[in-house]
Structure formats: C-alpha cells, structure tokens
C-alpha cells in the first residue's frame, strides 16, 4: 500500500512538471478557493492529479489517508443558496450593521467566500454596504418580504380590528404566526406609555413561553407539541412547566382565548407582565395567525378584555377569507 501512495505521488509530480513546468502540489490560497472547490490543486485537503480526470482518488496532502478538511470551511457540497441565507440570517437586530469579519464568523464561512457572497447580496439589493465597509440588510428583502401572504396580506386583513384594540387598551397589541416550532412576530401597534417587549417585528417568539405561542400551538400539528415539548420533561421544573402550558393549550382549544400572568423577561419594567391572546382561525379549522394584548403587571379585569379580544380574532378571521 505504502509503495503504491509513493508511486502515486511521483506520478502527480512528473505529470505537473510536464504540464507546468512546477510542482502543483502545494497548497491553495483562498483566491484558488470558488465555492469549496480548488482549481486543479486542492480540494478540502486532499490532492487530486489534474493528469487524469478520470480518476476520482485522493490522496491526502500529509501523506495520510485520514486527513482531516480544513476548519472553517463549508461543508462540502453545501449549495450556495444555502450560505447566502445564513449570511443574511446573521442579522439579529433591526438596523444593525456587521463588518465583514463578524458576517463571517456568525455565517461559519471563509472570509473570502463571505466576500464574494456578500458583494453578490450587495449587486441584487439584499444587502447594502456602507462607507465604512460595513453590511446591513437590503430594501429589496422589505419589497419583497411585503408580498408574503401570512405576512403583508394578514396585516392588512388584521390592522383595522388591531387599531380598535390599541385605541381602548392604549397596549401593545401583537399579530404573529406559526414558523416550524416558534411564532414570528409579523405587526405591533405600541404606544409611547406600554410596557417595553421582548420580541421585535419579524421577531421569533417561542410557542410554550408566551400567549401568542400558546394560542397558535393550541392549534398546531402533533409533531410540533412533541418538538416543542418533548416526549418527556428532563427535571420536575420542566414537567411542571409542560402541565401548566398544556393546560392553557386546553383552555384555548375550549374558550377560543387564554390569558396568563408572568414573570417580566427584560429587567426594565414591572416585575410581572400579562398577555392575553387568541387564535386566528380559518374555514378548515386550523389558525391562521394568533392575535394579543400585552399589559403589565397581573390583570384584574380581564373577561372584559377576553371578550374584546375574541371578538377581534373572529373579525380577523372573517376578513382573512374574504380577502
């Protein structure tokens, strides 16, 4: 075995210095470097003779049969679709602006193919670029995040009967639907005097922590419980927890409302905040989107509030089929 890898490499290295006047066999710089692929030379670490094509074998650059790929690089065969997704979803605040290096590192990607990718994202309008260097998401996403029919079209179905509901409460007032296992927050009306948020617009919210979640959870597939919830709870806190969120999933699927008091997740603010929420159902049954109130503090009167907020989703619900 050892003989034939030493006949190999002298092989590799006669056919290069015929073809090229040099040896190839050193290793490739990241301007050789187009999608994880090297340009006759390396390919995540391992040589491959340009003298044959055909051939498919490999023999590591240390001398080795189980070298390693090199760190930092994509997986191999990764699409490039796939990257340039990530790199926008590297993005986690509105209006933040990354350097080149942190889009790289929060993206797992080369500096060099985050470039490349990123000046792609720049000439199509996704990302922009400032004088600094720096990358912030594009306009073009906002044009086109715009014509998303659970997004845009339900705002606009939701805004009138949303706008009734902040005018009386003076509250935040919240529209999200379901994304896989979380809620993402699609419009908010706020005034200036309602208690600070968590969660921002196009923010993802978790299903079993929050009213919002729970009324769309309340609603969704089986698979989805289990994948928020799990099978089983690791510790008697988290078997606690599962019993009260599936106790408020029942009192959704038989009220068409649920309100629940919590501890307040930002360290401003009341020590305590509520939320009550309501599903968004349409003609098959299954919810649309859910819709909530969130107020500080623990509630008192809050069937007057139920009731409002139940009759808003049942007009939301109405004007989304008719839309």
């Given at each position: 075995m050892l003989a034939r890898l030493d006949h190999d490499r002298?092989?590799?290295?006669?056919?290069q210095l015929g073809s090229r006047g040099k040896a190839g066999g050193t290793a490739?710089?990241?301007?050789?470097i187009v999608d994880g692929v090297t340009r006759g030379r390396r390919?995540?670490?391992?040589?491959?003779?340009?003298?044959?094509?055909?051939?498919?074998t490999a023999i590591p650059m240390s001398g080795t049969l189980d070298a390693q790929?090199?760190?930092?690089?994509?997986?191999?065969?990764?699409?490039?679709?796939?990257?340039?997704?990530?790199?926008?979803?590297?993005?986690?605040?509105?209006?933040?602006?990354?350097?080149?290096?942190?889009?790289?590192?929060?993206?797992?990607?080369?500096?060099?193919?985050?470039?490349?990718?990123?000046?792609?994202?720049?000439?199509?309008?996704?990302?922009?670029?400032?004088?600094d260097g720096r990358f912030v998401v594009g306009?073009?996403?906002?044009?086109?995040?715009?014509?998303?029919?659970?997004?845009?079209?339900?705002?606009?179905?939701?805004?009138p009967f949303m706008e009734d509901l902040h005018r009386v409460t003076d509250e935040h007032v919240q529209l999200a639907v379901r994304e896989g296992s979380e809620a993402v927050l699609v419009e908010r009306l706020s005034s200036r005097g309602a208690v600070a948020v968590a969660h921002r617009v196009g923010g993802r919210i978790p299903l079993d922590q929050t009213g919002v979640g729970i009324a769309l959870l309340a609603h969704a597939p089986d698979g989805v419980l289990v994948d928020v919830l799990g099978e089983s709870a690791a510790d008697a806190e988290a078997a606690r927890h599962h019993r009260r969120v599936r106790q408020l999933i029942a009192v959704v699927r038989?009220?068409?409302?649920?309100?629940?008091?919590?501890?307040?997740?930002?360290?401003?603010?009341?020590?305590?905040?509520?939320?009550?929420?309501?599903?968004?159902?349409?003609?098959?049954?299954?919810?649309?989107?859910a819709i909530s109130i969130v107020l500080p503090g623990s509630v008192t009167s809050k069937n007057s509030l139920r009731v409002a907020l139940r009759a808003a989703s049942l007009g939301i619900s109405r004007a989304a089929m008719l839309s």
């Open positions: 002298a092989h590799t290295v006669v056919c490739a710089d990241d301007d050789d390919d995540h670490g391992l040589y491959v003779s340009p003298c044959d094509r055909r051939h498919t790929p090199r760190s930092g690089r994509p997986a191999e065969g990764e699409p490039l679709l796939a990257r340039a997704f990530r790199m926008l979803g590297a993005f986690r605040a509105p209006g933040e602006a990354l350097s080149l290096s942190a889009l790289a590192t929060r993206a797992r990607l080369p500096k060099s193919s985050a470039l490349r990718i990123a000046s792609q994202l720049v000439e199509l309008g996704a990302l922009e670029r400032h004088a306009l073009h996403l906002l044009e086109l995040a715009t014509m998303a029919p659970r997004g845009h079209g339900l705002r606009s179905a939701a805004l038989r009220e068409g409302v649920v309100a629940l008091t919590g501890p307040n997740p930002l360290r401003s603010g009341p020590r305590q905040i509520t939320t009550i929420a309501a599903p968004v159902m349409d003609g098959r049954g299954e919810a649309l989107a």
